[in-house]
């Protein structure tokens, strides 16, 4: 089974709108963290926002906010009032376990989304 | 300079070729780590170094041998490689906690380095 599910292939959104990409997510693990990540046509993988499992409170960063709900194993992005340069690959990814786990994350198949003028 | 740089950031070579691809990273980080990004195919996890000891080889098969010589330098050497390794490689780091914790958590990549296989 896949430890993380991003449904949405590719997602059109008109500029200055908000969009919402989802993930789910599949652990056993109590401790764990949440990541997404951006990916322009660059290459560079950019850290967008980080949601960890014993977190209380949604993440947020500037234009972008984690819509965490535990129960359900998901955790979308939002990304608010689109502009032309959010237009990238979006990836989900998860870092499972405590301690001994380290940094190791598991990636999504990504989100590409393509924003309009 | 850029926090994780890799070169080169192309790269074409044939089955018999030997190659190697180098990161380095500039923050200060004691973990670092080898990605493969195939097309239409979640990132994969590749190598794992922690305090510049390999902690991680998901099953990557021995024509890629990745080298660690310190905690800012990382690379992949290739050798005999198949078309189907054509793909961007990217390299990451990032900071451990104490005792090889999660630390700060997030990994920071590179722009990958793109190879074909001819």
């Known amino acids: 089974a896949q430890k993380i599910t991003q449904t949405q292939p590719g997602m059109f959104v008109q500029e200055k709108e908000a969009v919402t990409l989802d993930c789910t997510y599949d652990t056993s693990d109590q401790s764990y963290g949440l990541f997404w990540y951006k990916q322009p046509s660059s290459g560079e993988m950019i850290f967008l926002i980080y949601q960890g499992s014993y977190d209380e409170q949604n993440a947020t960063e500037g234009r972008y906010s984690l819509n965490f709900q535990k129960a359900r194993k998901s955790a979308n992005l939002v990304i608010s009032a689109s502009q032309l340069g959010d237009s990238a690959m979006y990836f989900c990814?998860?870092?499972?376990?405590?301690?001994?786990?380290?940094?190791?994350?598991?990636f999504g198949g990504g989100t590409r989304v393509l924003v309009k003028p | 300079e850029t926090g994780v740089t890799q070169t080169p950031r192309h790269l074409v070579m044939g089955m018999t070729n030997k190659k190697s691809l180098k990161c380095e990273q500039h923050?200060?980080?004691?973990?670092m780590y080898w990605y493969k990004q195939s097309a239409k195919k979640p990132l994969e996890l590749m190598f794992v170094?922690?305090?510049?000891?390999?902690?991680e080889n998901n099953s990557v098969p021995s024509r890629f041998s990745p080298e660690c010589p310190n905690s800012s330098h990382l690379f992949l050497h290739l050798h005999t490689l198949q078309p189907e390794d054509s793909a961007l490689y990217l390299c990451?780091?990032?900071?451990?906690?104490?005792?090889?914790?999660?630390?700060?958590?997030?990994?920071?990549f590179g722009e990958g380095s793109r190879l074909t296989v001819l």
């Open positions: 170094y922690n305090f510049k000891e390999q902690t």
């Open positions: 990814a998860m870092r499972e376990g405590g301690r001994a786990a380290g940094n190791k994350l598991t």
């Open positions: 923050l200060g980080h004691n973990a």
């Open positions: 990451a780091s990032s900071q451990l906690g104490l005792a090889g914790g999660p630390g700060t958590g997030e990994l920071f």
